[in-house]
């Protein structure tokens, strides 16, 4: 089965050949992210007319880079929700059109949706997964001659950094994704393929939104993900202390967070509240943009990574637990997910609740908006049984749940 995928839910333009739902044919992306760095975000209006400009070509040269033309491709998939406006009715009429004219079945993708496939590409080129079984150390390492805590981490950390495939194995149901993208903050429960149910997310800003504003605050280009990852790399994580949202059950926020930073900054250069924050970054040495990155990060992260022990708690029965979206690519975070449940949170022996958890990371170069991941979630969609969409009648839906 041979999906052409389209993606343009945002500031990238996508499109993909996708096999079987994990064999990549092709995998072309064209970012506006040096557009949008002169302005420190997305500009919606800009972004629909660089999409206008480049959905074609993309489409071609992803035919082209599979070798194949209409006649070989199957189905037709595209993301409808959420994302900008413009940009989804590019990608979504592009979509629609060319289903009508090759005579084509289409499926409309959610784009959470996406993000959570990426981590069912196929490993020659896909998912990442490090098995951890009875909270002790990663099979990887079981047999390795270096049995030093020291070695162990820094091969943990290259391993993990870098998204080196440990197993080929696919993510097992019941299980747990942790959504964590530039608009969106979710933890939900998959019991099997295409069911999806939100147990966790959050009340205000997404952490993708978190990291772009503490950036802007520190005077780090956009996007503010990779800008902050960058910039902590040299700073220390404990200097400055920052607050953990007080928020019941699996839900996150993170508006107080960025609230805290930006105080915190003009607390450090002795100035009013009432200082702008466009104002701070060129008082603040490089030393100090560092801290507050590192220890920015560092508490991210951890709010992260709590909330998904609570859910691992609440939810024994889950096999596997897949991270998606672009902060997943984050090196800190991925760390801290392995040495979680390296440490022994979920399996010990003699534990009721199963002998082994699996831990999945997207390959880095699909954390982020790509079609890849689009043709993947379509796929599981028509195995499942889901009808095809009417192009004559799809619509595209700016902000809609996964479902």
Not at 4 to 30: F, H, K, P, Q, W
């Amino acid at each position: 089965m041979k999906i052409l995928a389209i993606e343009s839910s945002c500031d990238e333009t996508a499109a993909a050949v996708v096999e079987d739902g994990r064999r990549i044919l092709s995998n072309v992306v064209i970012s506006q992210i040096d557009i949008f760095k002169e302005y420190g975000g997305v500009i919606p209006e800009v972004a629909a007319r660089s999409h206008l400009e480049a959905i074609l070509p993309v489409i071609h040269k992803a035919l082209k880079d599979a070798s194949l033309t209409k006649d070989d491709i199957d189905y037709i998939a595209v993301t409808h929700t959420p994302g900008l406006l413009g940009s989804l009715l590019i990608g979504t009429l592009t979509a629609r059109t060319l289903a009508i004219l090759w005579k084509k079945p289409l499926y409309a993708v959610h784009h959470l949706k996406s993000h959570i496939y990426a981590n069912w590409l196929g490993s020659e080129t896909s998912a990442k997964t490090i098995f951890v079984q009875h909270g002790c150390v990663a099979s990887h390492l079981k047999n390795r001659s270096e049995h030093s805590p020291s070695s162990q981490a820094t091969a943990l950390r290259k391993n993990v950094s870098a998204g080196v495939s440990q197993l080929a194995n696919l993510p097992e149901f019941p299980l747990l994704a942790l959504v964590v993208s530039g608009g969106h903050t979710q933890i939900i429960y998959m019991r099997a393929h295409n069911q999806f149910e939100i147990i966790g997310t959050t009340r205000d800003d997404a952490v993708g939104e978190c990291f772009d504003k503490v950036a802007k605050i520190l005077g780090l280009p956009y996007p503010g993900g990779p800008s902050i990852a960058e910039c902590a790399k040299n700073g220390d994580e404990v200097r400055y202390k920052l607050p953990h949202p007080k928020v019941d059950g699996l839900d996150f926020s993170f508006s107080g967070l960025k609230t805290a930073v930006l105080r915190a900054v003009q607390a450090e250069l002795d100035l009013p509240i009432s200082t702008p924050s466009y104002e701070l970054a060129g008082k603040l040495t490089e030393q100090e943009k560092a801290d507050f990155a590192a220890s920015f990060q560092e508490t991210a992260c951890d709010i992260l990574i709590e909330k998904l022990k609570i859910a691992l708690e609440d939810h024994p029965e889950a096999r596997s637990v897949v991270f998606a979206g672009g902060v997943s690519a984050n090196a800190v975070l991925r760390e801290k997910a392995l040495k979680t449940l390296m440490n022994g949170l979920r399996r010990e022996k003699g534990d009721s609740r199963g002998e082994d958890v699996k831990l999945f990371f997207p390959d880095l170069r699909f954390a982020g908006d790509n079609a890849a991941m689009v043709g993947a979630a379509a796929y599981y969609e028509v195995m499942s049984g889901v009808e095809p969409t009417d192009p004559y009648e799809l619509n595209i839906a700016p902000r809609k749940e996964i479902s």
